[in-house]
Each structure stands twice: as structure tokens, then as C-alpha cells.
């Protein structure tokens, strides 16, 4: 999959149309209405997918009938990576232990969390 440009956060509808695209693939824009937890226009959804193929986070990949057919050009890992790049880039001076530092001051992390967190550096430090 494709890698994002710089500057490409999603918006909430962004998020919102790309977790439909990530779930199930190739999608119409009538089967990201459908799927949608909220009531959208059409021409809304569409006008959204485009802004996602301008970002690279989509592309056409044929058509079904005469709907165009989309599919994801980006892995959800590596949006998300980006994103959190991003804001800590916006926020915090490009540090993300400084993002990391604020989620957990923040009580943004619950207890359980953070056991697991502690683990996964634990076992990152054990590899090196």
C-alpha cells in the first residue's frame, strides 16, 4: 500500500468513510452510505471520497454498474502513524514522547493501558 504525503489528517467524515473503506474494501459510495453510523447526504459521501482520493488515501479501482468501485491506498496502521506524526508535529514540537507524556498526564490512558504499554516496552528493550 500506498505511503501518505505530509499534512494529510482526516477529518471525523474522513475517518468515518475510511474505516468503512478499510472494513470492507472495495466500496461504492452507496455502500459507504449504507454502512455509515450516521445519516449523510449522497453527495456529501461523495464529495468526501473525492477529498480522500486527493489525499491518497483511496483510489478507483473500476466500476460496478456505473458506480465507481474504491479502494483503500493506505493501510489503517500506516494512517494512523501518520496522523499521530502529525499532531505531534503540530502540538508538541515533533516530539512523540512529549504527545505520549500528555495522553498519560491527561488520564487519557486508563490502568489497563498502561500494564499493557509497560509490556510492550519491556519487550521492546528486551530485543535491542
Known sequence: MSQLKESTMLTAAEAEVMNIVWDVGDVTISDIVERLPRSLAYTTVMTTTRILEEKGYVKKSGKRGRAFV????????????SMSHEVARRLFGGSMKSLVLNLVHDD???????????QMIESLEASK
Request: charged share 40%.
Open 70 to 81: 474504491y479502494e483503500p491506498r493506505v493501510g489503517r496502521d500506516a494512517a494512523r502513524g
Open 108 to 118: 487519557a490512558i486508563g490502568a489497563d493501558d498502561l500494564a499493557e504499554l509497560k
